[in-house]
């Protein structure tokens, strides 16, 4: 499977609430898009409030939380975005990100996915 892993930084000034409150009503538009877009999985993770950044002897995590969405493959992924009603669904988006993501403190990472278990 294709993938994109995001990497999320909230906004400034933003508080955990409102962040999670803006990605649920995100993630509903991401569920409406999703045949337009062949996308086969998508996934949050949020940490609890109540842990540690970290527990070994790693750096803690920099951001605020990651999603993850899931492709057939790179050819289904573009494909997608090769059409107009892609183009207008990723630009729909992308606007909605900007409003609730720092998008410059964000990372977006592309690969290929190899489940073990």
Do not use: C, N
């Not at 999985?41 to 950044?53: C, E, I, M, S």
């Amino acid at each position: 499977m294709f993938k994109i892993i995001m990497l999320v930084k909230k906004k400034a000034g933003m508080s955990d609430a409102e962040f999670r409150t803006r990605w649920h009503a995100h993630s509903e538009k991401v569920l409406a898009l999703q045949e337009t877009l062949h996308i086969r999985g998508y996934a949050k993770t949020l940490p609890p409030a109540d842990q540690p950044a970290t527990m070994r002897d790693t750096l803690p995590f920099a951001w605020d939380a990651l999603g993850e969405l899931w492709y057939d493959s790179r050819e289904a992924f573009s494909q997608a975005r090769a059409t107009a009603a892609g183009q207008a669904a990723l630009a729909t988006l992308r606007a909605d990100e900007a409003t609730f993501v720092d998008l410059a403190q964000s990372v977006l990472w592309f690969g290929e996915e190899e489940r073990v278990i």
